[in-house]
């Protein structure tokens, strides 16, 4: 569980009641959080967005899958195609539909291109300076 806190906390329960494993990433300063107790497993990580770790320790605790959270990696498409990359389940939005939908007005056009009612709104900016 590449996130902390509540969420992570959600994530782990789950997975209990699912009779499924977790494994929650944790920095020296929240090792004692709530989000560390309530998982099967945790490792200390240096930072919540130190990809290359994270992918690590998924590896040595033989994890199938990763669920970003929210905020953090979670709309983060690289880091969804270095899991997908290392043969790990991505527990969110493929890489490629972050990647269509990083932009406003790529989502709107793609929204408009499947027929979904839009509210109107202002055109995009041309030069954002």
Known sequence: IANRGECS?????????????????????????????????????????????????????????????????SENAGFAKMCVSAGLVWLGPSPDVMESLSSKPAARKIAVQVGLPLCEGSPPLQNAT
Do not use: M, W
């Open 9 to 73: 906390c959600r994530v782990s329960r789950t997975c209990a009641k699912l009779g499924l494993p977790s494994v929650a990433i944790f920095t020296q300063d929240d090792s004692h959080s709530l989000h560390v107790q309530a998982a099967t497993e945790s490792k200390c990580v240096a930072s919540y967005l130190d990809q290359e770790n994270i992918l690590r320790v998924a590896q040595e605790t033989g994890a199938d899958s990763i669920h970003p959270g929210y905020g953090f990696l």
